[in-house]
């Protein structure tokens, strides 16, 4: 490159290398698994040692100065150089640097083909364990609250249209399993990207006597992978794990639309603490969700991190190609993100004050206890339900005359139009007696959500 020509070169032949140096370096993103790469290293040179490969001593100051090289980059950081392309170069320069040549017998029998898919697996591996641990503080906030409220009544909606009273904590608890549905998802994607492609090597394996089992072992892997071109090739764990993410990131949204909606004034369900709403710099009287916002804006980019790696990687052949290498924005990105977005809405949830009369008062206004008539004419005059249907919708229609609610409807008006209405049927139809009524299996009664929570609770420890 530079030696190419002394006269012009500097910038004629020095441009296109110093980009080729660019497009090829990994290491302003890669550093991040910097801790993985140690531990990867670390449980690959004892083996090599045990195995005898590589001499004892060499081992023993290979392992020690690997400890020094993390220690170095957990105080100053990774230095960007990008001469060095990758975390992997980058960390055998510095060992080199720390104990000399011995660092040069590291590199034994494998390559940075199974060495990066081996960091990789642990980096996926440690960044679901931290989703976890956030998705189980997310579900704590979500059962708190839908403990206080477990007979809280709001309007349920179907089609955003007042259907039937629920309760607000079985709205909630309905996230409850939204994010359980999640935590299995995460878990079964943990359970099979657990196994150690290192000793793979480049792509056929090696000719050392290698013991892959061990190496396996010492980095919390169930066992080896099975195939060494798959293993070099393989990203199917960090797509799981994007594929999980963007299904997380797909329920935080939906959550964070309602939270949107409910803090609206014609909604007025929820006001959001000082801490999770911003002001606008004209409108003083604003107080916007902008965090919920964004956790909906998210789940585009995460989902986007999901469809970056699904093209990477569509049309590659076996075994390793460099395109693979952009495998790791996406998920880093996706991590981020989704971690903010579990943050924040925990703290949301955690900090809402929910106007439990103003949802109440919705609740009682669009003759959302229609359905308790009809199921009590069923019930109590064995009046088919089709039929039950129709005169229900005539009561609602006088009701929306008088101007009132349908439990406000006079006797005389709903016998006028169909007799076999009697005043029992008063008992139904207010917003507590019809909540209370839903005991089915998964039904809002506050009983059950009661139980619901409990069941969660028990599941969750
Ligand atoms: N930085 C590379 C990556 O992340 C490491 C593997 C490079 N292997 C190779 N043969 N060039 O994919």
Not at 113 to 127: C, G, S
Not at 411 to 418: E, G, M, P, V
């Amino acid at each position: 490159m530079s030696d190419s020509n002394q006269m012009w070169g500097g910038r004629f032949a020095e441009g296109p290398a110093a980009v080729m140096r660019e497009i090829n370096a990994s290491i302003p993103f890669d550093k991040r698994m910097w801790r993985q790469d140690i531990r990867g290293s670390q449980a690959h040179v004892a083996m090599l040692a045990k195995q005898g490969i590589v001499a004892g001593d060499d081992a023993e100051a290979i392992a020690r100065g690997l400890d020094q090289v993390a220690a170095h980059y957990d105080a100053e950081g990774v230095t960007e150089d990008l001469a060095l392309e990758d975390i992997h170069m980058q960390t055998e320069a510095r060992l080199a640097e720390a104990i000399g040549p011995a660092a040069g017998r590291l590199h034994t029998a494998r390559s940075r083909n199974d060495q990066v898919a081996t960091d990789f697996r642990l980096w996926v591996r440690d960044a679901i364990d931290e989703t976890l641990a956030a998705l189980a503080a997310f579900q704590c906030a979500l059962l708190d609250r839908a403990e206080e409220h477990a007979a809280s009544v709001m309007p349920g909606f179907t089609h955003l249209q007042s259907a039937q009273p629920v309760t607000l904590g079985h709205h909630l608890m309905a996230y409850v399993e939204m994010a359980r549905r999640d935590v299995g998802r995460f878990a079964d994607a943990r359970a099979r990207m657990n196994l150690s492609p290192l000793g793979s090597a480049a792509l056929a394996g090696t000719g050392f006597p290698v013991d892959r089992h061990a190496t396996a072992a010492a980095l919390g892997f169930d066992g080896p992978t099975r195939n060494s071109l798959d293993a070099v090739s393989d990203r199917d764990f960090a797509i799981e794990y994007l594929t999980c993410a963007a299904q997380c990131a797909l329920h935080l949204s939906r959550l964070a639309e309602e939270f949107v909606l409910w803090a609206s004034q014609p909604f007025g369900f929820v006001s959001l603490s000082d801490q999770w709403s911003t002001g606008s710099s004209i409108m003083p009287q604003k107080r916007n969700p902008d965090a919920a916002e964004l956790v909906r804006g998210h789940a585009g980019r995460i989902t986007g991190c999901l469809v970056s790696l699904m093209v990477t990687m569509k049309g590659l052949p076996l075994a390793y190609s460099k395109d693979m290498q952009d495998d790791k924005p996406p998920v880093f990105e996706c991590h981020d993100l989704l971690g903010l977005c579990l943050a924040a809405m925990t703290g949301m949830v955690e900090s809402a004050t929910f106007r439990i009369e103003r949802m109440r008062a919705v609740a009682e206004s669009g003759f959302a206890t229609a359905t308790d008539l009809a199921d009590w004419l069923v019930r109590e005059a064995g009046v088919p339900f089709r039929e039950a249907h129709h005169i229900t919708g005539r009561a609602v229609a006088r009701a929306e005359a008088l101007g009132v609610r349908l439990d406000q409807v006079p006797i005389d008006d709903l016998t006028a139009i169909d007799a076999r209405v009697n005043a029992g049927v008063y008992s139904v139809l207010s917003v507590d007696a019809s909540v209370s009524s839903r005991t089915s299996f998964g039904g809002t009664a506050p009983d059950n959500v009661r139980a619901a929570i409990r069941e969660a609770r028990e599941a969750l420890a």
